[in-house]
């Protein structure tokens, strides 16, 4: 479904990635040490390291091939980013930037108005960025990367300064849309219960000889 071999050089190292995901894996969990290049990983498929080279294919369409001078650009790739800064625009408001991509027909289970209840955004919606709190701007940023119309989902340390309760219930809706849509995920973070909760398998990428971590129960989002 996804290929990865790329390598990036930053200064005082070279990061390297050969990452293919088996067919049965819909959201895939990475884990890892600070600055071990979880994040950057992230960027070189969402199309935003274009100092990247090497090969990135996603459902048979190749989105780099550095030797061919291929590269789909960021904006024709789309992909649901959440960093894990929010990122939102501060000059518009919330509903601005969780529609910013548009008005495009929403994917089952996407719709604005459930993605909105369920992540307990919509007294928000007239409000500016710099009025929210940092939970209040990672869930606005959630909304935005659900409604985009995504083909794929990047998801790094998303809950990061969001309360145990909404954590629970977003963690419980990605789980069911992943389930009822298979819509392929990335998600990274620190927490084993997070991935436990939402992925299928998990990689550690400090150990890069053998990557996979399969995980049990494939039908726990269901239940």
């Known amino acids: 479904m996804l290929n990865v071999d790329c390598h990036l050089t930053l200064p005082g190292q070279t990061l390297s990635y050969q990452l293919k995901t088996p067919e049965e894996i819909t959201c895939l969990g990475i884990k890892g040490d600070s600055g071990c290049g979880k994040t950057t990983l992230l960027r070189i498929i969402a199309g935003l390291e274009h100092q990247a080279h090497g090969y990135v294919e996603f459902a048979q369409q190749q989105w780099q091939y550095t030797q061919q ?3 789909i650009h960021a904006s ?7 960093f894990q800064d929010a990122r939102l625009f501060a000059h518009l408001s919330v509903a601005q930037n969780i529609q910013f991509k548009g008005n495009k027909r929403a994917l089952p289970g996407f719709e604005f108005k459930r993605v909105i209840e369920t ?6 919606l007239n409000r500016r960025p710099v009025n929210l709190s940092g939970g209040e701007k990672q869930r606005v940023a959630i909304a935005r990367a659900l409604t985009s119309k995504p083909r794929y989902l ?5 809950l990061t300064g969001i ?3 909404h954590k629970v ?7 069911q849309l992943k389930y009822e849509y298979a819509i392929p ?11 436990k909760k939402i992925s299928d398998g998990t990689i550690n990428l400090n150990h890069k000889n053998n990557p996979f971590t399969m ?9």
């Not at 024709?76 to 959440?82: A, M, T």
């Not at 992540?119 to 928000?124: A, E, I, S």
């Not at 995920?185 to 991935?195: A, P, T």
């Open 215 to 223: 995980l049990s129960n494939p039908n726990r989002a269901h239940g």
């Open 169 to 175: 219930i977003i963690l419980d809706y990605l789980a």
């Open 185 to 195: 995920m990335i998600y990274v973070s620190h927490l084993d219960d997070e991935l």
């Open 69 to 71: 001078q291929k590269f």
């Open 76 to 82: 024709e790739r789309n992909i649901g980013f959440v």
């Open 154 to 158: 990047l998801f790094d340390e998303p």
């Open 163 to 165: 309360d145990h309760n």
């Open 119 to 124: 992540l307990d955004v919509g007294h928000l």
